[in-house]
Structure formats: C-alpha cells, structure tokens
C-alpha cells in the first residue's frame, strides 16, 4: 500500500475513534450535543494542536485541512444517534477500548510528523506521545474525569514504548511495518492493562514506622 494512502486512512481512523471516544465521555456525564461535540473535537485534535505548536507547524493541521472537521461533527451526530439503541458493556468499557485506539494511531502519526520535521528521535518520542495523550488529557478535564495518564494506568507508558518502538523499527522495517508495529504495541498494552488492571507504580511518601 502506498504509505500516503495508509497515512491518511489512519488519520481518518484516528480522528472518527477519539470523537466517538468523546461522544462516550460526554454520554458517560450527560452532557448536551454541544458539549459531545467539544469533548469529540478537542479529543481528537488537541494532541495533534498542542504538538504543532511545539514544533513551528503553523497553522496548525486543522486549520488548513478542513477534512477533520467534515469527519469529527458527522461522527457526532452518528454516535449520538447509535448511542440511542446502545448500551455499553459493564466490563471493558467502549470509551477506553476507542481511547486505546486512537492513542496507538496517533502517537505514531505525532511522532513521524516530528521525524519528517528533522527533530531527532528522542524529540520524535516526546511528541508522539504528546500527540496521543494530550487531546484524551483535555477531553477528561472538561469531565469530571481525573485523566489516564494523571493516574497510575499503563497509558503515557504504553505510548513511551510503542513510539519507540517505533522510532526503532524504521531502522530495520519498511515505515508502514514500523508504524504497525509501533501501533500495535501502545494497543496491545493499553487493552492489556484495561483488562488486567494493569498498574504502574504510584510516587509517595514512606509510611511511618
């Protein structure tokens, strides 16, 4: 497959997950059309904006493609109306199975923009994971949501990894076998740790004798 074509079916796929994904959290807190609508949409591009202006990529992605916007206020509406015949299942819970997803695709797709900007890997890393983390980040502070990665979920971790095993893999793969691999790692993780309960180690004081 051409690594454009698959580029952009995977931004297409990233930006539909992380909306419904806000659409879910909006459902989860009751909130009107408006409000899914702003928790679809800084959830899908808030990383992705926070990264650009990091790295001098003005104006940012969605300002000048407006295909991100003809793809976020549809899936709104869609989810909203499927929300309507769904109930979601007590056990894995949707929103965090879409949240999983669309960290893996867009930690990677963070990171290559960052590589193809000339910044180093270990830049590259870092603003892959920004990418993933930070629109999930804004959504769940509109909520009353303490976020994943504020928490001791394996989520800013699960990207660390995948993303470097990205930035590793494009030494020795073709770029669209090293994007999977980097994709299904941060996936395979974070759906790992929702279903296990997987936590990382938490920061605190000693206890008292």
């Not at 990233?14 to 994904?21: H, I, P, Q």
């Not at 890393?125 to 949501?145: E, K, Q």
Request: hydrophobic share 55%; net charge neutral; proline share 5%.
């Amino acid at each position: 497959m051409n690594l454009d074509l698959f580029q952009q079916i995977l931004t297409v796929i990233a930006t539909v997950t992380l909306a419904f994904s806000g659409v879910l959290q909006a459902a989860r807190y009751q909130m009107d059309f408006f409000g899914a609508l702003v928790l679809a949409f800084v959830g899908s591009v808030g990383g992705g904006t926070l990264r650009d202006l990091l790295i001098g990529a003005t104006p940012v992605f969605w300002a000048v493609d407006p295909s991100y916007i003809q793809i976020i206020i549809p899936t709104t509406i869609l989810s909203i109306i499927a929300l309507r015949f769904y109930t979601p299942p007590p056990k894995l819970y949707l929103v965090d199975i879409a949240d999983a997803a669309g960290l893996a695709l867009f930690a990677i797709l963070g990171a290559q923009k960052a590589l193809n900007y000339q910044l180093i890997e270990p830049v590259a890393v870092i603003m892959g994971v920004i990418t993933g983390i930070a629109g999930g980040m804004i959504r769940d502070v509109l909520t009353p949501t303490t976020p994943f990665v504020m928490r001791s979920e394996m989520y800013a971790s699960a990207a660390i990894i995948g993303v470097v095993a990205y930035t590793l893999g494009r030494s020795y793969l073709p770029e669209t076998a090293a994007m999977v691999l980097g994709m299904g790692v941060i996936f395979s993780l974070r759906v790992a740790a929702i279903y296990w309960q997987i936590k990382v180690p938490i920061i605190k004081f000693r206890d008292k004798a």
